[in-house]
């Protein structure tokens, strides 16, 4: 466009200049004309003298060869001389070397009475140059009369549009483009020689003709009315057909300007560009859209197409939607009018990175005619060098889902992460381990990142294939809960449970994997497995019942004892094996135990299904849940009616022997009394006789009388003793006695019988007096007993009594031993001894008299004394009674000592 108003204005600028030289060349020419006339017919010298003197221009006189006769003031002015020196001078001498060449054919014409105007470079005194129209003419005297016109700034002004001019048309004529002037019937006025290498028409050839000439047939109207429009004032580009000298044809594209002065049409300037090969493409592919229109319409993606200039060309009605313009408005659009503000700078950016080769894809806002905008994805490629074909397709709904997916991503990122269960990512292809969270890491003893880095094998037990079948399987929803032994990273192998499913990440099927530890889990079961054969076989039966009372639970042995088969428990209450006979108080107390979270314990005398009555220990105790609520009751039932009828016997037999007993205890009491009265009579009527009596002999019988009684006496008295200790009718008291004079006494009596054995009998005390609370007439019976078995149980040698106090404590213990050189005693014996009626040597070869109650008497004596008695002896090595008691406080009552006490007697070897 602006090369076409630089066109006109040079174009207008050298037509006015014209027009002003034709003028004054017009005049000045009138002028010389009027002058030669007035010269040849008036030849007046005074009208001669006074134009010469009033002329505004220089007017000279020479002969024809030059010399000059007369000139005026202005040629002084012009040339630098004075008049004198002009007169000596030739004209050439006025002008340049450059205009002198074409002087001989001046003169030629002014003698064939030419008149002639020139411009020429003439030359001043001082040597300066400069233009002047010389206008010529001879006259009739044979000089020629010259008028001389500084042109000197016109001509410079002419050279200087002449040059830009030339300037200018160089460009013109160099543009790619044709530059045309038409006038107003459409002649071509002037028209670039590019015009050749678009038609092959020389320039020549074309101006002066009509436009309409070369333009086809089928585009004529069209250009026809272009020009209409021109001549109204509008001009448009159009694109029309050219037909070639060679009936070739070539597409243009003309863009024309009127040229409008004063209302008046001038005609148009106008530029005319070679478009073939682009039209050409564009009707293939107006053509190959034709031929893919259903395609393109039926494509999913917009589809547009556009020139290099981003201009829509061609779209898809899906682009229209997209867009919401109508097919029509669209195709007048260009590509930035789709763009947001702010963005078009990146079309253009875009545009130098899409060669030819390339296909672009990029994301941005796509803006509808509304102005509202959305996401599009694009992409770019060129179809040729001049249009670029579009992929546009609406990722709204993409973006939506993204942001979803962004949002889901970081729940599931959190929940994965975060979460307390082992949870793992992994690929099924492969068994690698995409993800794994921190509680799969604290599992398995590895940090994520190692875990990471692994294939599932690594902590499998299985091999490689039968991991990636389990996968498999996982993916294809076959099998996704799996039991199977995972390694730890310390190698400790644990059961675990797994969930996978197949989950989609990033476009990646892979598996998301749950593991549980069941390695506890397992040992439950285990246990609960062996805790329900417990229960199952127990020897005990067990009930469970839910906190309504109604049965839930009962074991075999249940079902064999009370009759009642599992499907007739299930369901029941317990009130089925109420027999009545156990008091409403022993219910109430335990329930109230028992939901009170309490276990209770009782008998219960329940009834079978047979009616049978049947005894139960019951142990009752509720089942808690985890927060601690009652949900059930366990009752453990021991079936102890073998045990109560056993007990009820051992009762009774008890008692019988209490009976008894007693009963025995009565009768020897009796007979004791009933057996000692005639042994008084015997034993003190044969003590009177012996004194009567003189005769040795029968002295000796009367003797063996009254020994026989006193052993009988003896004997009578031991067992009323032990009667009375067992009947609780013997008495202790204690008093504070010398001890060195009780064992004194009681071996006086004894003294008598050792000698006639000739053996010593002797005590042995540290002092004479030794004071010991205690009971002395039990003092007398222990020591007695104990004294009469050493004599009778020693032959040789004799008995030796000693007296200890030891101090304990602050603690009085009195020993007094009792030790002889008899028979001895065995070890297995030792115990024996002190059971009643039991000695060494029994049955009816025994060799020592006795009874067999002394030791056991001793024993209970002792008891009373809360004293003990040690023995010593072997056979052979005599025997040693050592008894110790201890000092008993005298102000203690009698009724303080039991029969039987707490203290044990000691029998040491
Ligand atoms: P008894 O002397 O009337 O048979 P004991 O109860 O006094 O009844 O004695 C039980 C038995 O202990 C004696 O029969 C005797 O075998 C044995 N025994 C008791 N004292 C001695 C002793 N000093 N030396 C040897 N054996 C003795």
Request: charged share 30%; aromatic share 8%.
């Amino acid at each position: 466009m602006l090369k076409v108003n630089l066109l006109s204005i040079l174009d207008l600028s050298s037509f006015s200049f014209m027009l002003h030289n034709f003028a004054l060349i017009f005049f000045t020419l009138v002028i010389l004309l009027l002058i030669a006339l007035l010269h040849r017919q008036i030849k007046s010298s005074k009208l001669i003298k006074s134009y010469f003197d009033e002329s505004s221009d220089g007017i000279l006189i020479s002969d024809i060869n030059g010399q000059i006769i007369r000139v005026n003031k202005i040629i002084c002015k012009l040339t630098g001389y004075n008049k004198n020196e002009l007169l000596k001078m030739n004209l050439t001498e006025l002008i340049d070397e450059k205009s002198l060449d074409k002087l001989p054919l001046q003169i030629g014409r002014l003698r064939n009475e030419e008149a002639y105007i020139i411009n020429r470079l003439l030359k001043k005194k001082d040597g300066t140059k400069y233009y002047a129209e010389v206008s010529a003419i001879l006259m009739s005297e044979g000089n020629v009369f010259s008028i001389v016109r500084d042109i000197n700034i016109q001509k410079q002004t002419q050279i200087a549009l002449e040059e830009s001019e030339k300037k200018y048309r160089q460009i013109v004529e160099n543009l790619s483009e044709t530059v045309y002037s038409l006038d107003k019937d459409g002649n071509f006025t002037f028209i670039t020689p590019a015009v050749g290498t678009i038609t092959g028409f020389k320039a020549s050839e074309i101006v002066g003709r009509n436009f309409i000439d070369f333009i086809c047939e089928e585009d004529r109207s069209l250009v026809k009315k272009e020009f209409e429009q021109n001549k109204e004032g509008y001009y448009h580009p159009i694109e029309y057909r050219v037909a070639l000298p060679n009936s070739e044809i070539k597409w243009v594209r003309s863009s024309s300007k009127p040229v409008i002065e004063n209302n008046q049409f001038l005609g148009v300037h106008g530029i005319i560009k070679d478009i073939t090969e682009k039209k050409l493409s564009e009707i293939a592919l107006k053509e190959s859209e034709e031929k893919y229109r259903e395609l393109i319409e039926q494509s999913a993606d917009g589809i547009l197409i556009v020139n290099d200039n981003y201009d829509i060309i061609l779209v898809n009605n899906y682009i229209c939607d997209l867009l919401g313009y109508s097919k029509e408005e669209i195709l007048k659009l260009n590509v930035k009018d789709t763009y947001v503000d702010g963005d078009v700078e990146n079309l253009y950016k875009r545009k130098t990175l899409l060669d030819n080769k390339t296909v672009l894809h990029f994301e941005r806002l796509a803006k509808r005619k509304d102005g509202t905008t959305f996401p599009v994805e694009i992409s770019l490629k060129h179809i040729n060098k001049d249009y670029i074909q579009g992929i546009m397709r609406d990722i709204s709904e993409r973006k939506k889902a993204e942001l979803q997916l962004r949002n889901n991503e970081e729940r599931y990122r959190s929940l994965f992460h975060k979460n307390l269960s082992v949870m793992l990512l992994i690929d099924p292809a492969t068994g690698n381990i995409i993800d794994a969270n921190q509680s799969a890491a604290k599992f398995y003893g590895y940090t994520t990142e190692e875990l990471k880095r692994m294939n599932i094998e690594r902590i499998s037990i299985l091999n490689l294939d039968d991991v990636l079948n389990i996968l498999h399987n996982a993916v294809i929803g076959k099998n996704n809960h799996q039991q199977l032994k995972h390694v730890m990273s310390d190698g400790t192998v644990k059961d675990v449970e797994t969930f996978m499913s197949p989950i989609i990440l990033k476009d990646r099927k892979v598996l998301y994997g749950i593991v549980n530890d069941i390695t506890e889990k397992l040992v439950a079961e285990e246990n609960l497995k062996k805790l329900s054969t417990a229960v199952e076989q127990s020897p005990v039966s067990i009930l469970i019942t839910d906190t309504d009372g109604k049965i839930f639970y009962v074991n075999p042995k249940f079902c064999k004892l009370t009759g009642y088969s599992v499907e007739e428990a299930i369901g029941k209450n317990p009130r089925i094996l109420k027999s009545g006979k156990n008091s409403q108080k022993t219910y109430e107390e335990l329930w109230a135990a028992v939901t009170s979270g309490k276990t209770w314990h009782g008998e219960l005398l329940n009834k079978k299904k047979n009616g049978d009555l049947y005894w139960e220990n019951v142990t009752i105790s509720p089942i808690k849940n985890s927060v601690g609520i009652i949900t059930h009751y366990v009752a453990v039932k021991e079936d102890i009616t073998k045990q109560k009828e056993t007990i009820k016997e051992l009762t009774e037999a008890k008692e019988k022997a209490e009976e008894a007993s007693r009963l025995k205890s009565n009768f020897l009491a009796n007979m004791s009394h009933e057996l000692r009265t005639p042994l008084v009579g015997i034993l003190g009527y044969s003590e009177l006789l012996r004194n009567e009596l003189k005769s040795a002999e029968l002295k000796e019988w009367t003797d063996t009388i009254n020994e026989s009684g006193q052993r009988l006496l003896d004997t009578l008295n031991q067992i009323l003793d032990l009667t009375k200790i067992e009947t609780d009718r013997f008495e202790v008291e204690i008093i504070k006695v010398d001890i060195v004079e009780t064992v004194s006494e009681v071996i006086k009596l004894f003294e008598k019988t050792a000698f006639k054995k000739d053996l010593f009998l002797k005590a042995v005390s540290g002092e004479s007096h030794i004071y010991f609370n205690t009971d002395p007439n039990l003092i007398r019976l222990i020591l007695s007993n104990l004294i009469s078995n050493a004599i009778k149980f020693t032959h040789d040698g004799g008995i030796d009594v000693s007296i200890f106090l030891n101090q304990k404590n602050e603690k009085h213990e009195l020993s007094i031993s009792v030790k002889d050189t008899g028979i001895g005693i065995p070890n297995e014996k030792h115990k024996l001894i002190f059971e009643e009626f039991r000695q060494v040597s029994e049955g009816l070869n025994r060799g020592f008299e006795g009874s067999g109650l002394g030791l056991t008497l001793v024993k209970k004596y002792l008891e009373m004394l809360k004293g003990r008695i040690i023995l010593n002896s072997s056979p052979g090595n005599g025997s040693e009674f050592i008894i110790k008691l201890p000092d008993i406080n005298t102000s203690s009552s009698t009724n303080q000592f039991s029969t039987h006490p707490k203290h044990s007697i000691i029998h040491t070897a």
